[in-house]
């Protein structure tokens, strides 16, 4: 009896899964805007499920902070504020520097490698003051050096954590003046502390860079858009 019932609990696990999958990707990639209201009805529609896994997925994201839900009144995308600029860029300095200062190191010269390549990509993205590619890179730039961390209960904390924190500055930067040289300079310091397997000066920049040492970004997202 044990292994029947497991079966279709192990299908609505994969319907749930797939859920929150669509719905978490729909809102990371911009086809969810930022306070859009989603549609028990409407989602149900696009996913060809039933109401429940949506529901439950849906109250998933809203533990990830991606969906904002108040009982009786609304489920709607999550709407991150320029005027929290500071507190996003903190907290994700918080996580990103812990993770660089562990990964740092036991970070091998091939692992080094890779992390200097990612940041040339954001290097590229601020000469090109491209804003997509820009956020993009520093994703992926985490999830590198997060992979390296050899913190495993860290690894898993701040990769949960990451989705959100790297979704709100998202929004914050698209609607931000950011001052391209400025940050550009600061990524680029982070290139050379990893060019020299420097720990201090990996840990140290990082840190400038999300408001913990000095404001570099800090003031560029706080800044209106001209």
Same mark, same amino acid.
């Given at each position: %009896? !044990?292994?029947? *019932? ?21 809102? +990371?990639? =911009? ?6 209201? +989603? ?21 998933? +994201? *809203? ?12 489920? #709607? ?8 600029? %500071? ?19 036991? !970070? ?16 590229? !993205?601020?000469? %090109?003051?491209?804003? !997509?590619?820009?956020? *993009?890179?520093?994703? *992926? ?17 701040? =990769?949960?954590?990451?989705?959100? +924190? ?14 391209? =040289?400025?940050? =550009? ?21 990082? #840190? ?19």
């Amino acid at each position: %009896m !044990a292994k029947a *019932s497991a079966v279709p609990e192990q299908r609505r696990q994969l319907i749930r899964d797939r859920a929150y999958q669509s719905i978490q990707g729909a809102i +990371l990639d =911009g086809t969810f805007q930022p306070g859009e209201a +989603l549609d028990d009805a409407r989602l149900q529609e696009w996913l060809h499920i039933s109401r429940t896994p949506i529901r439950q997925a849906l109250y998933a +994201l *809203s533990l990830e902070g991606l969906i904002d839900m108040a009982p009786q009144a609304h489920t #709607r995308v999550v709407l991150p504020r320029r005027e929290d600029a %500071m507190a996003y860029l903190q907290a994700t300095g918080v996580l990103v520097g812990g993770v660089t200062e562990l990964a740092a190191g036991v !970070a091998s010269p091939a692992q080094r490698g890779q992390l200097i390549d990612v940041l040339n990509d954001v290097v590229g !993205a601020t000469r %090109m003051r491209d804003t !997509a590619a820009f956020v *993009s890179g520093q994703r *992926s730039y985490f999830r590198t050096i997060n992979n390296i961390n050899p913190n495993a209960i860290l690894a898993r904390l701040s =990769g949960q954590a990451m989705v959100a +924190l790297g979704y709100y500055l998202s929004v914050v930067a698209h609607a931000s003046d950011i001052d391209w =040289g400025e940050v =550009g300079a600061q990524y680029e310091l982070l290139i050379a502390g990893w060019r020299a397997a420097d720990t201090e000066a990996v840990v140290i920049v990082t #840190r400038g860079i999300f408001g913990l040492r000095g404001a570099r970004l800090v003031s560029t997202l706080n800044a209106e858009p001209a």
